[in-house]
């Protein structure tokens, strides 16, 4: 891209009308076609008017012999007293009527209007004019024309009958197509609801037994000998604590601290165990109180759902029907289709939430720095700890448990590096718990060492800001970073030079691996489009997607096949990279020029918005699932202050519905998936 001349795309050799040397000379012209039309063209341009340019219109003659339409030489002779062709002094006192002229240009006009005019407006102005005919010769030219009338009027007809038939054919054969449709998704609904009814009355089946069961153990006086009471359980639990290394103490502490901050949103204080009759009115109320408000949600997103359903019913009965393996392996063990299965996945945890619940909240500025944007925020391999980076040349590192257990103004970083320049991007490593990279707006590229907090490599090839880093989930000394300088280079941490270099057409505002290959990396383009590349062959992307109108931000991997990408055209849009086909486009916040951030799990796509709101999206729902705006409430007019920062970086806990997000104002919230 540097300006040579192999950047240029090649431009189509213009084709020159050079005399062949076969063909045979051009024949001395005589009176050829094409001069009469020039000097037709040269008398036309003598009789046109110098002033409007058009045929003159009742000429008149001055007296230095220059001819105009009367109109035009007296509207100019009342601004000026001269000719507007050779400037000879001139008043309306020196103009005469050009009777020759007149003449002239009326038989021309005959004649251009009798070159130009069709047979019938030629007949209807020879009988205008006066042209003699007898009674019977009219009285044929009327049959003439009445027959030619009918015959028009008949083809007419017919022409219209033909184009209502055609339309009326499509029409049949689109709405046939549609009812076979409907009559097959009718017959997926009615198998489906069979299949459901039928294992609900398995399960009411085997609830009776173990309820009967239950009953007859609690009737049988020898069988409440074997159960042992709570104090017995309560004594032994805390004799096997008492026998624990105190190691193993701090360790068993820290993981419960991390499972109590994904579950800290249901969780509730341990009251005193009522009589058991009441227990289980109050546990019913609960379960019904979010089964009818799970209904309340399938309700609200019915269409979606809908679409949802059928999709992945007609995809499966389709990919049943081609492999002929419908009846072997599209029945789960429930009883269900893969379709109906795959469904069902979706709807349970659709259902399953919907709103963001705030379990934590920290400040990453401070006295020192005002400059507080958090450009990036990432968990590491074990999501322990969470790195955070910005505008204030700073990586801090921050335990997780403590940031959800401890209160907030107690929060300090567990360790800080500094750089020489605002950050943009973080990357942990997947195999190296105390590696991280980073990359700069100097172009730089760094890993750090977290323990000893010192950079272990440096790469500083980008030649303008560096936007995004990414280190290999399968490869652990490799690492891709993509740069302003629409460069795309893939490190080594063996070596100090780059290992590959592709050089694109635009910006390079996000790059990311496969998680499944070292290979396949997904770059979002300042153009507009995602590439997918096999860096065994970098000559051309495997697949170019394209659907977003302004440039991609961000670009994540759901799994080895589904990407995710966001852009400022305010939408994220979810791909297949194996079919190379798009999947679906969510929209509900609003991105039209910041960084906003973007991260994904399995299920739910997670992203910012310019409104200081985090929207999440269930994969396969493209209406947003929840939402949580950022509130200064520390300040008046909370609500109007909040409006003016953005959210800038988002980041899932590992298959946990635990999410970090941090705003432009530097405020870090942990937020929790709830009911």
Known sequence: MGGDATSIGALVPSVKSEPSEEAPPPLPSTSTAPEKERAEEEVDKDILCPICMQIIKDAFLTVCGHSFCYMCIVTHLQNKSDCPCCSHFLTTTHLYPNFLLNKLLTKTSACQIAKTATPFEQLRQALEQGCEASVKELESLLSVISEKKKKMEQEEAET??????????????????????????????????????????????????????????????????????????????????????????????????????????????????????????????????????????????????????????????????????????????????????????VLSTFTRYSRLRVVAELRHGDLFHSANIVSSIEFDRDDELFATAGVSRRIKIFEFSSVVNEPADVQCPVAEMFTRSKLSCLSWSKYTKNHIASSDYEGIVTVWDVTTRQSVMEYEEHEKRAWSVDFSPTEPSMLVSGSDDCKVKVWCMKQEASVLNIDMKANICSVKYNPGSSVHIAVGSADHHIYYYDLRNINQPLHILSGHRKAVSYVKFLSNNELASASTDSTVRLWDVKENVPLRVFRGHANEKNFVGLTVNSEYLACGSETNEVFVYHKAISRPAAWHRFVNSGTDEAEEDSMSYFISAVCWKSDSPTMLTANSQGTIKVLVLAP
């Open 160 to 345: 219209n009958l033909q184009i209502l038939l055609d339309f009326l054919v499509f029409l049949k054969k689109k709405k046939l197509d549609e009812l076979n449709e409907i009559q097959s998704d009718l017959q997926y609904i009615k198998d489906d609801i069979h299949a459901v009814e039928k294992h609900r009355i398995e399960l009411y089946r085997r609830r009776d037994r173990y309820s009967s069961r239950m009953g007859m153990l609690a009737d049988d006086p020898t069988s409440k000998s074997l159960w042992p009471s709570s104090m017995d359980k309560h004594s032994d639990a805390t004799a096997s604590r008492a026998t624990i290394a105190p190691d193993q103490v701090r360790l068993s502490s820290s993981v419960s601290q991390n499972r109590k901050a994904d579950f800290k949103s249901s969780a509730s204080p341990l009251n005193p165990r009522k009589d058991a009759s009441g227990a289980s009115d109050n546990q019913n109320l609960s379960q019904s109180g979010l089964a009818l408000a799970r209904k309340r949600r399938v309700h609200a997103q019915f269409n979606d759902l809908q679409d949802c359903y059928l999709q992945k019913r007609r995809y499966w009965a389709r990919l049943s029907s081609k492999q002929q393996e419908r009846d072997s392996h599209g029945v789960t063990r429930e009883g269900y289709t893969e379709g109906l299965e795959d469904f069902k996945s």
